[in-house]
């Protein structure tokens, strides 16, 4: 592997499962100090110590939490190179917007959208400070493209965190912090299977756009991430990386 992130610090939310754990993984295969953060303690625990990282239990809707979060992290390794802004929900309950309740709506937009704007902002005072940072926030295809098959709440999120990041890339390009959007095709993670295990029409109809003819493995985010995260992409700010199986592009899907 290469060593692209030797001595770099990456904080990843939602580092204790799926694309959050696999990148964790990657980070670290590649060098990073990697700071676990998950409000499921015992996954986040077990995700830190499988890295030889540090965990902080961290709800990431809580300002406070949030920015302790990132100070601990300067404090235990001295900076912040690297916020992988990840975690988020899509649970049942947040679905056609004549069925969708006003308290799954603010859950959603709170885990998936507030978060990122938490995490952005006490990632960035750092990153600022040293002159130098990549922010790395989880989008999704869904804020690219329209799906029958509604979420309503997070759809929104994600066309929320696509245009903040959008919005900081341009804002902080000049003092070498660099922000991106990450937007995944669907994945085959815990959120996935828990939300189309419920519904297996739903996962069909979902399937039959994909070129790739597959859900995508964490460990093909977590790669995505990795070069985010590294100079390799130091041309790169302000943008929506999709890594989708080719949906985004896709009009008639290969048989
Ligand atoms: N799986 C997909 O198909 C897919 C596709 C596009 C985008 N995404 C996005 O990727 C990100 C990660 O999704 P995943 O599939 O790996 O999900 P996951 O459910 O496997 O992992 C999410 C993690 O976030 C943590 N989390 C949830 N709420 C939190 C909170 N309030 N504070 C701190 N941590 C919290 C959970 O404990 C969990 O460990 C999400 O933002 C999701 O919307 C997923």
């Given at each position: 592997?290469?060593?692209?992130?030797?001595?770099?610090?990456a904080v990843i939310t939602g580092g204790g499962s799926g694309i959050g754990l696999a990148s964790a993984r990657r980070l670290a295969a590649e060098g990073a100090k990697v700071v676990v953060a998950d409000v499921d303690a015992e996954a986040g625990k077990a995700a830190a110590e499988s890295v030889g990282g540090l965990f902080v239990q961290v709800d990431v809707t809580d300002e406070e939490q949030v920015r302790a979060?990132?100070?601990?992290t300067v404090d235990t390794?001295?900076?912040?190179d690297v916020a992988f802004n990840n975690a988020g929900i899509s649970p049942p309950d947040d679905d056609s917007i004549l069925t969708t309740g006003i308290e799954a709506w603010r859950r959603v937009q709170e885990v998936n959208l507030t978060s990122v704007y938490l995490c952005s902002k006490h990632a960035?005072?750092?990153?600022?400070?040293?002159?130098?940072g990549s922010v790395i926030n989880t989008a999704s295809f869904v804020a690219t493209m329209g799906a029958a098959t509604s979420q309503i709440s997070y759809t929104a999120s994600k066309g929320g965190v696509l245009a903040m990041t959008r919005e900081l890339g341009v804002q902080f390009a000049r003092q070498g912090v660099r922000v991106n959007a990450l937007s995944p095709g669907p994945v085959n993670t815990p959120l996935l299977r828990e939300l189309f295990?419920?519904?297996?029409e739903r996962a069909a109809r979902r399937l039959v756009h994909v070129p790739l003819g597959r859900f995508a493995e964490p460990e093909e985010i977590a790669a995505a991430v990795a070069f985010l995260a590294s100079d390799d992409s130091s041309f790169m700010t302000a943008s929506n990386f999709l890594v989708d199986g080719g949906i985004s592009g896709a009009y008639v899907t290969p048989l």
């Open positions: 592997m290469v060593e692209r992130l030797q001595d770099r610090v979060l990132f100070q601990t390794y001295g900076a912040v960035i005072g750092h990153m600022v400070e040293r002159g130098r295990a419920k519904d297996p």
